[in-house]
């Protein structure tokens, strides 16, 4: 089974601060993405990451896919009230592109 | 806006009851899923349909059961209810980016409350 972990499943700041959430899987996973889910709707993707490695950049967003393909990374610089949303993780499972695992998820919330 | 539209946004039934969620894809795409939203189990993925076929099933119950129709819009339907089955669905519609896979549109969802 392929499972992936999200850490913290709770985060809460205020305005301005730097904040880095994880999603990690004993599992190789070909891509993987990340999405924004606000209060009363639905999940939005923010970016795929191919490459082991690669790093993708979302305006104060940075992305980083693990070298192995297990894991990856969002950081969120100098975060806004804006960014408050439950964060998700999601891999397609093995042997299709579509079926997607989603991740345990992160809760933050940014303050003024 | 996504472009997905779900309907009701919320619907409250009791235990034993039927209920059809309904969903429209984009203009265009052919695949729509459905997912369950719970606060326990996080977002499960349960069906996913392509041009009126089933095309895969993940953790979907047997009193659930999904089709989708010639226009392309999907209905789920959730039978015998049990309180459990109280959550969010979402139904999705996907586009192929190149070498990105598969890019998922989600809808505003449907919030079943079962008393």
């Known amino acids: 089974t392929q499972l992936l972990e999200q850490s913290p499943q709770f985060l809460s700041i205020q305005e301005g601060e730097n904040l880095t959430v994880y999603c990690n899987s004993s599992?190789?996973?070909?891509?993987l993405q990340w999405y924004r889910q606000e209060p009363g709707e639905g999940p939005v993707l923010l970016v795929t990451?191919?490459?082991?490695?690669e790093v993708k950049k979302l305006k104060r967003l940075t992305f980083q896919f693990g070298d192995a393909r297990k894991d990856s990374s969002l950081h969120i610089t100098a975060a806004q009230p804006g960014d408050t949303g439950l964060y998700l993780c999601?891999?397609?499972?093995?042997?299709?592109?579509?079926?997607?695992?989603f991740g345990t998820g992160t809760r933050l919330q940014v303050t003024l | 806006d996504s472009g997905v539209t779900q309907t009701p946004k919320h619907l409250i039934t009791a235990t034993g009851q039927r209920v059809t969620l309904r969903c429209s894809p984009r203009?265009?795409?052919?695949?729509v899923y459905w997912y369950q939203q719970s606060l326990d189990q996080g977002l499960q993925f349960l069906i996913q349909?392509?041009?009126?076929?089933?095309?895969a099933k993940g953790n979907i119950l047997e009193r659930f059961s999904a089709q989708q129709f010639p226009d392309l819009h999907s209905e789920l339907n959730l039978s015998s209810l049990e309180l459990g089955d109280s959550a969010l669905y979402f139904c999705?519609?996907?586009?192929?980016?190149?070498?990105?896979?598969?890019?998922?549109?989600f809808g505003p969802g449907t919030r079943l409350t079962v008393l």
């Open positions: 999705a519609s996907s586009v192929v980016e190149g070498s990105s896979g598969t890019r998922q549109f």
């Open positions: 203009s265009g795409d052919l695949s």
């Open positions: 599992s190789v996973f070909s891509s």
């Open positions: 999601a891999g397609p499972k093995t042997g299709t592109a579509s079926k997607l695992t």
């Open positions: 990451v191919v490459t082991g490695g």
């Open positions: 349909y392509y041009n009126g076929e089933e095309r």
